[in-house]
């Protein structure tokens, strides 16, 4: 969350002793130890001032490892956790933080911004370089300064190794022993048509194949060192992988998080490929558009199957990018790259470390992590925001939307009545949204910081991360049955191709209006949206070729046609328009036995406008 937008470094000229360090919650990664530094003396001390909700902290933390191997015996890297988040206060939670994300140097506890107050610090990332003497010489605000540090620290290095105020040796770093849990702080699910499911193990750096009961292991792809390396299972390397989709091919896309890339996971062979990125972060100034393993992304946190393409929560850079998988292409679709929570057409909305993902008939959900919001990007390409108020909004209480509070949310799963589940994951709670009524009410509390679920029949799967496990909650009777809105009975359709028409008849003494390009337009998508393999999507034909996933079970079909018509006697100078649009809520389930034919009639009898009464079954 850098406020300062990478401002450049404040070199001081005056010699200004650099306060001692203190914080309430203690030490980490020193086995016990308490460190000072009067005690560093003779060593360049650099101050990582950071918060773990803060991905551009976590950059900081990413870009440090391999100065800190370059420099073991001359410098030490001291993390300061200053909480934004009422969470990120609690030391069990940064405790957590610092095995999460790999944090390779000792971390003081500053909850109550002690040390943060005493360097007048403003923002995060915040970094301060001490030299040997124990001075400031540089303040660094924002990410991508290491290639200055690094000549700051060589410069520092040879200056008081010839003053002999220099003093080499070990680094004081002494990391907890790991557990031996199965996962370790996992990120994401994904259900696999097997009924298997797949599982990012974050901080081993595997993605997990869990049986149908969500304990047993089936399989492990990634060898579990960091590292962007395809090839077979025990070969391949991921770092930091959150978010899974499925390809209609079966291949699962995996955001291949501290990577900056998209990484395609065959589960039949095993083999991993690079499919977008390049390995390093995007910039500023780094193009945002074209060919995806050409293009540099930034901390892909989250990859959903909406409208052809895989949508993409990139979280480093505050937007939704899209991946190509016919064109090979990657492309910004959504916010500007600004931190902030604003709505309005796609390319000007802001958004706030987008997080999580999921596809309704009302378009994309974004879990809206630092601005503790959830979004929608509509069908018509505008954002709005159903839940949240701002980067500094941040609570837990239930009721209408517009007073309702969440708490830096990491993930959004579509529920089978068109609502959402949000994993609002620093209240350690499921909480529900509902578009039909505007109410945001809890499903389930106690759960250490959830960061996603899938749906399993009547049950959600959530992904408890800091218990290290899959939890299956049985969903509210409420919540499993369709809006009243929408149809009673469950339509068995065909296994795999199916063809939906649409027909429309103007009414007597009305014409199709093709004057300005075609009359009709068709919109389909389904809840969940693995329910069609293929159709889903906008376009001006009234017919389509869809297929449907029969592993996925019961769906539901969303359909919305338009028709626009004009008055047809041709004696008008200029005739009335009519616009016919009619929605369909239609629960299905794929069937050997199902009809490979779906008619609905959009009947033009009503006059303009969206279709009186209760919408008709389909004819079969």
């Keep these: 969350m850098d406020d300062t937008a990478s401002a450049p470094p404040v070199r001081r000229s005056a010699r200004v002793r650099a306060p001692e360090l203190a914080g309430k919650g203690g030490w980490l990664n020193t086995g016990g130890a308490a460190y000072t530094l009067a005690g560093l003396r003779g060593r360049v001390v650099l101050l990582d001032f950071w918060t773990f909700c803060c991905v551009n902290c976590l950059h900081v933390v990413d870009e ?3 100065l800190e191997k370059r420099h073991r015996d001359t410098l030490v890297v001291i993390g300061v956790h200053s909480p934004k988040f009422p969470h990120e206060a609690e030391h069990a939670a940064v405790a957590d933080a610092v095995e999460r994300y790999g944090v390779a140097h000792p971390v003081l506890d500053d909850p109550e911004l002690t040390t943060w107050t005493q360097y007048a610090v403003r923002a995060w990332p915040t970094l301060v370089i001490v030299d040997p003497e124990g001075y400031v010489v540089a303040t660094y605000s924002g990410e991508g300064h290491v ?63 869990l049986a149908e009961d969500g304990e047993t292991v089936l399989r492990r792809f990634g060898s579990g060192e960091r590292g962007l390396v395809d090839g077979p299972p025990a070969r391949a390397r991921f770092q930091e992988p959150q978010g899974l989709a499925l390809l209609p091919d079966g291949a699962v896309v995996v955001a291949d998080t501290v990577n900056h890339a998209l990484r ?57 990018w899209s991946y190509d998988p016919a064109a090979g292409t990657v492309a910004r679709e959504a916010g ?42 509509d069908t018509d390409g505008e954002v709005r925001t159903a839940v949240g108020a701002g980067l500094f ?13 969440l708490q830096h949310p990491l993930g959004v799963t579509a529920l089978p009545d068109g609502s959402l589940a949000v994993c609002d994951t620093y209240n350690q709670a499921l909480r529900r949204y509902d578009p039909a009524t505007g109410e945001v009410t809890t499903l389930a509390g106690d759960l250490r910081e959830p960061s996603g679920a899938v ?3 009547e049950d959600v799967v959530v992904v ?42 103007p009414p007597p003494g009305q014409k199709l209006d093709t004057r300005d390009g075609p009359a009709t337009r068709l919109l389909v998508s389904a809840s969940p949206p693995a329910l069609l393999r293929s159709g889903e999507g906008a376009g001006s034909d009234l017919s389509r070729a869809l297929e449907t996933d029969p592993a996925v079970g019961q769906g539901v079909l969303h359909v919305v046609a338009t028709a626009a018509a004009c008055d047809a006697d041709p004696e008008v100078l200029h005739p009335a328009c009519h616009v016919h649009r009619r ?16 008619v609905l009639e959009l009947s033009g009898a009503d006059g303009p406008g969206r279709a009186s009464g209760q919408a008709p079954y389909p004819s079969l």
């Excluded at 105020?165 to 907890?176: I, N």
Aim: net charge negative; charged share 25%.
């Design 583 to 598: 929605e369909w809520r239609l629960p299905v389930r794929p069937d050997a036995g199902g009809a490979d034919r779906l």
């Design 393 to 405: 909004a941040f609570g837990y209480r239930d009721g209408p939307a517009d007073g309702a509070l």
């Design 264 to 320: 395609r996971l065959d589960p039949e062979s095993g083999e991993v490929t690079t499919l977008a990125g390049t390995g390093s972060p995007w910039r500023p100034g780094n193009p945002t558009e074209g060919p995806a393993r050409e293009v540099r992304l930034s901390s892909p946190w989250d990859v959903v199957r909406w409208r052809g393409k895989v949508w993409i929560a990139m979280a480093g850079i505050h937007q939704l």
């Design 147 to 209: 290639p200055e540090i690094e000549r700051l620290v060589t410069e520092l290095e040879a200056e008081h190794a010839a003053k002999g105020t220099l003093r080499r040796g070990d680094l004081p770093y002494a990391p907890p022993e790991p557990e031996p849990t199965v996962l370790r702080f996992p990120g994401k699910v994904l259900r696999l048509p097997s009924g298997t499911f797949l599982v990012t193990d974050t901080t081993r750096h595997q993605v997990v194949e």
């Design 336 to 377: 500007t790259g600004g931190e902030q929570l604003v709505d309005g057409p796609a390319r000007e909305a802001l958004f706030a470390q987008p997080s999580g993902l999921a596809v309704t008939a009302e378009g994309l959900w974004v879990a809206d992590s630092e601005s503790s919001a959830l979004r929608l990007l």
């Design 455 to 457: 749906v399993v029949g």
């Design 464 to 505: 408890e991360s800091a218990r290290h496990r899959l939890t299956r909650l049985r969903l509210p009777a409420e919540v499993l049955r369709p809006h009243a809105d929408a149809e009673r009975s469950v339509t068995g359709i065909a296994v795999g191709p199916v063809h939906l028409d649409v027909v429309f008849t």
């Design 64 to 66: 440090l490892r391999e």
